[in-house]
Every structure is written in C-alpha cells, then in structure tokens.
C-alpha cells in the first residue's frame, strides 16, 4: 500500500527528494525511517498531518523536511545538504493512528512499510 520511490547516487552538498505514495487509503500520520548497511533501522522524521505534528531524527532537522500532496495521496522527503553518513536505504511507513509526538518516532507505531529506495552520498 506504499510505494517508496526517488533514491539515487548524490554528491555530498547536494539534494534529492523522495516520494511515498499511498494507495488504497489515506493515513493519519506517516514516516521516514532509514537503515544504512551493519546498523540498526533509524527514525528520519515522522508527522501526524492533523495539527502538523511533526518530529525529527537528531541532527536532521533543517536539512529534511516532510511534507504531502494530498491530491497525490503522496508524502515527500526533502534533503539537502546530504553527507555521506545519508547513505541508507529509506523506507516510509504509516498508521492510520494519529500519534502523540512522543510515538512518531517508535518503529512499532507504524502498520504499514514501503519497500525502501536507495540513498548514496558520495563524499
């Protein structure tokens, strides 16, 4: 029911954008988690889209940001100023649940998972 597209090869310094389009039904809170290879799946950032609660994953903030066209059904990852330490593959995930702050960065919270897309920074 998510399908996670946008991943590619980037430059340190440079940008990319990722989708995850939804279908079949809409959600009230979404996120992005990554996993990069030898470690542990890591909370990106993660939103409640009534009221805008939004939460990020330490030190991301201000170079992601999460956003949607609901016309699209879709929800975005913008991310500037990749760094090799990006590298990872994304995966987004959803809940029809509309989470507290404090739960939107838990893995378990979400009931549904894209497949994942690749990022690679290269320094």
């Known amino acids: 029911q998510l399908q996670a597209s946008g991943g590619g090869l980037v430059q340190a310094g440079g940008s990319l954008r990722l989708s995850c389009t939804a279908s079949?039904?809409?959600?009230?809170?979404m996120g992005w988690f990554r996993q990069a290879p030898g470690k542990e799946r890591e909370f990106v950032v993660g939103?409640?889209?009534?009221?805008?609660?939004?939460a990020y994953g330490d030190s991301l903030k201000g170079r992601f940001t999460i956003s949607r066209d609901i016309t699209k059904n879709t929800m975005y990852l913008q991310m500037n100023n990749l760094k090799p330490e990006d590298t990872a593959v994304y995966y987004c995930?959803?809940?029809?649940?509309?989470?507290?702050?404090?739960?939107?960065?838990?893995?378990?919270?979400?009931?549904?998972w894209g497949q994942g897309t690749q990022v690679t920074v290269s320094s």
């Open positions: 995930a959803a809940t029809s649940s509309s989470l507290i702050f404090s739960s939107l960065g838990v893995p378990s919270s979400y009931d549904y």
């Open positions: 939103v409640r889209w009534h009221g805008g609660t939004t």
């Open positions: 079949g039904r809409t959600f009230n809170s």
